[in-house]
């Protein structure tokens, strides 16, 4: 970003106000949009400054968190009709008190790297004219203009050339050339500028890649094949998706029994946001992100049960619900005029599939059909995943509409790399203040997830020609990630799993040390050989300091309790009773799963200890005989999550915190030997998980007391879980701490990336 040049007044800010730092791209320059900024900030008393730059346009607003909503709302409601917004990255900070709102001035300075926007949805010019009969374009589904389309998953190097992206073999009509090259025109150098007459088309083929149709027709029958409940891969921006009529449960099904993917959510893509606000709740700031040139998938809240096919979302008050986002989408939406399943085109677990060939051969045992087209994907690019909480967005899967743009820190890095983690993995790369995350990439857990894993490493690499000092990762031995950044013939700095996780969510919020970081997930590798997981960490300005942790027990059977709660419910109650345990789960193991566990717990072999708040999680879930063995990682917590709508209370179960030992321990026993007894008269699942909950954040708000530290940092995968993330941020500021969490990385696995960048800087 480019050096401020104005010395800033400050005063102290009043405890209530809140900072929003926006950085909005697209055509917002030279069309009148600081004046309208200014204008709008000052109508709205907040103060701060705008500042136009190379990278975009900065904002940073300060002022009462309802005066904030309405100037973000109001931008995209009220901007001068010639700006388009193209990204808009909105991120919540503390106040710094600034007392008034200028117009800065920036000065060019050296550090300058090359921005690559991320996809964007179709904007309301190309829209109008795909439905335009009058228009060249009508029902040409890869229109496109300067405001919107294609970029990352096209762009084959730098500079943003059309014969650098993958549009190259797309020579334009006279028409389209004319478009490209006049300034006035809304496609002067829009790379991806094509129509009917020179850019690419539609084909539908069989199983076999026999062409049944193209153009239009392909994808009426396309439609057609659907409506009948057949399953369509289609070749969308970032990837293939699997599609199927929505409301066709036998079709659901069959997907899922074709795909290997047992109950996990589908995501679903509606014709119309009136649909979308028919099926669901839809708050402001969900309608918001819905419509936002990111157009993620966002989790909403069900309020028609019978909307969908059970098969959908099997057991899940939620459903995940993108909208049309090209225009190949919105003809095909417009056509069905109901929901489909969206799911990406991939066997569970892989990467999602990006090339038409590539497709018949991994798809063929999952589609009937194929709708493809010739326009080349230079990467994958997922489906952003965003569910909203606390009013403000949160992402949850980082992909299309977010990568690749960097995340903003304080000071210069030196050029490192990072690969992150095991699960959800994604890579990152340091370019002086800026750090960019790659987009999602997965599990690697099949040889296809790696091979997109190095593929990815390499891309980004060549992308931004980095030429890193070290390497950060992991310290698990076993991580893929971890074993190819030794083999990478660079430093290797490793970074602690569960400190990554705070650094990442202190870089994203702008936290200085020192910080109390609750860093709570499934699994992740302590220095001490076992397995962390429920850790409160001490970040000082030199180095860290496990403060706390959660009491361990023995996990039999290791990684196999990830799929079998009632593992987790063995090793928690083993831990008290000893063998007793057994007994009291006599009901959820055989005969001879018992006496195979016996052996493991006794002698400790394949049954190592953790301190896993994910694991115990799972452990209330069985005992509370929700489930004993899940069908996809996480959903035994998910499904507890999901019983606290039932009930509003504030009890808790007594715990208790030991400060005599190093580090302290966080006892849950009271409370085990608590939802035993609840369990054993029959008290609700629903209330014995909103008393867990409750439980949950009292712990932290006791050892927050302890730590004395006013900023406290909540990471890890359990605060994907909106109950438990807002109850702590309430509880923490009701005892005058100040908590913060992750707005635009992920808390889960997916943010790791970023925080073994920032560890690794510190060293
Ligand atoms: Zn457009
Ligand atoms: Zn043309
Ligand atoms: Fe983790």
Redesign the pocket.
């Known amino acids: 970003m480019d050096r401020v040049v104005v010395a800033e007044a400050l005063k102290p800010p009043r405890a209530s106000d809140k900072r929003v730092r926006l950085v909005i791209r697209g055509a917002v320059q030279g069309v009148g949009f600081r004046p309208f900024i200014y204008r709008l900030a000052t109508e709205l008393g907040l103060k701060g400054w705008v500042l136009n730059s190379a990278q975009g346009v900065f904002i940073e607003v300060e002022g009462e968190p309802e005066a904030l909503q309405q100037f973000v709302r109001r931008i995209e409601t009220d901007k001068p009709p010639r700006a388009f917004i193209q990204s808009l990255e909105q991120t919540v900070l503390d106040p710094v008190g600034y007392t008034a709102f200028e117009i800065r001035h920036s000065e060019e300075s050296g550090e300058k790297s090359a921005l690559i926007l991320p996809d964007i949805a ?2 309301p ?2 829209l109008r004219e795909l439905f335009d009969p009058a228009d060249r374009r009508y029902l040409y589904p890869f229109t ?2 300067t ?3 294609p970029r990352y998953s096209i762009i084959e190097a730098l500079p943003y050339d059309r014969p650098n992206t993958t549009m190259k073999a797309f020579i334009m009509c006279p028409l389209c050339r004319e478009e490209y090259e006049n300034p006035l025109d ?1 496609r002067f150098h829009a790379q991806p500028n094509a129509c009917p007459e020179c850019g690419p088309h539609l084909e539908l083929w069989d199983q076999k890649g026999v062409c049944l149709a193209k153009h239009h027709e392909a994808l009426l029958q396309a439609g057609e094949a659907m409506r009948e409940g057949r399953i369509v891969a289609v070749k969308g921006l970032g990837g293939f998706h699997l599609m199927v009529d929505a409301r066709n449960d036998p079709a659901v099904r069959r997907l899922r029994e074709r795909k290997r993917r047992e109950e996990k959510p589908f995501a679903l893509m509606y014709p119309s946001l009136q649909m979308v606000k028919a099926h669901c709740e839809v708050n402001e700031v969900e309608e918001r992100v819905l419509r936002s040139p990111e157009s993620p998938i966002v989790l909403l809240r069900r309020k028609e049960p019978e909307a969908v096919a059970p098969s959908v979302a099997p057991s899940n008050p939620y459903l995940g619900v993108m909208l049309p986002y090209t225009p190949l989408h919105h003809l095909l939406m417009c056509e069905l005029g109901f929901p489909v399943v969206a799911t990406s085109g991939n066997l569970s677990d892989e990467p999602i599939c990006t090339d038409e060939h590539e497709a018949l051969h991994r798809l063929a045992d999952i589609a009937d059909l194929f709708l493809v087209h010739n326009r080349p994907i230079a990467r994958h690019v997922d489906d952003s995943v965003v569910r909203v909480l606390l009013g403000r967005e949160l992402v949850l899967r980082r992909a299309r509409g977010y990568a690749p743009l960097p995340v903003l820190v304080k000071e210069p890095l030196p050029p490192l790399l990072a690969v992150g983690a095991h699960l959800k993995n994604t890579v990152a790369l340091s370019v002086g203040r800026q750090v960019f995350l790659s987009q999602h990439i997965g599990d690697l857990e099949t040889p296809q997830a790696l091979q997109a894993f190095r593929r990815v490493i390499a891309d980004v690499r060549e992308l931004w020609e980095h030429q890193p000092q070290a390497v950060a990762c992991d310290m698990h031995p076993d991580y893929l990630s971890t074993q190819a950044a030794h083999g990478m013939d660079l430093p290797v700095i490793d970074v602690q799993h569960h400190v990554a996780h705070v650094l990442s969510c202190m870089a994203e919020n702008e936290l200085e040390p020192p910080v109390l970081g609750v860093s709570w997930d499934g699994t992740g590798y302590g220095t001490d050989g076992t397995i962390w997981g429920g850790e409160f960490l001490i970040l000082r300005e030199q180095g860290w300091e496990r403060f706390a942790h959660l009491r361990p027990f023995r996990l039999p059977g290791g990684d196999r309790a990830i799929k079998e709660p009632r593992r987790s419910a063995l090793g928690v109650l083993y831990e008290l009773f000893g063998d007793d345990a057994f007994d009291l789960l006599a009901h959820v193991f055989t005969e001879g799963e018992r006496r195979l566990l016996r052996q493991m717990l006794r002698q400790g072999v394949n049954a190592p200890i953790t301190t896993s708040a994910g694991r115990l999680f799972d452990a209330v879930a069985s005992l509370a005989g929700l489930r004993q063995v899940v069908r996809f990682e996480g959903q035994a917590a998910m499904e507890l999550e999901f019983l606290t709508h039932d009930v509003h209370t504030d009890e808790v179960y007594p715990f208790s915190f030991s400060e005599g030992s190093f580090p302290r321990t966080l006892d849950w026993s009271p409370m085990v030997r608590a939802i035993l007894e609840d369990a054993r008269t029959g008290i609700s699942a629903s209330l014995v998980a909103a008393r867990f909950h409750n439980t949950l954040v009292e712990m932290m708000v006791t050892v927050a007391r302890a730590a004395g530290i006013e900023r406290v940092a909540l990471s890890g995968g359990c605060f994907q879980n909106a109950y438990l993330t807002e109850r702590a941020v309430r509880r923490l500021g009701e005892e005058g701490f100040r908590p913060y969490w992750h707005q635009r990385v992920p808390p889960n696995d997916g943010g790791i990336a970023l925080g073994q960048i920032v560890g690794a800087a510190r060293g």
Do not use: K
Request: net charge neutral; glycine share 10%.
């Open positions: 179709t904007c010019d190309c496109n203009c405001n919107c389309g809304r």
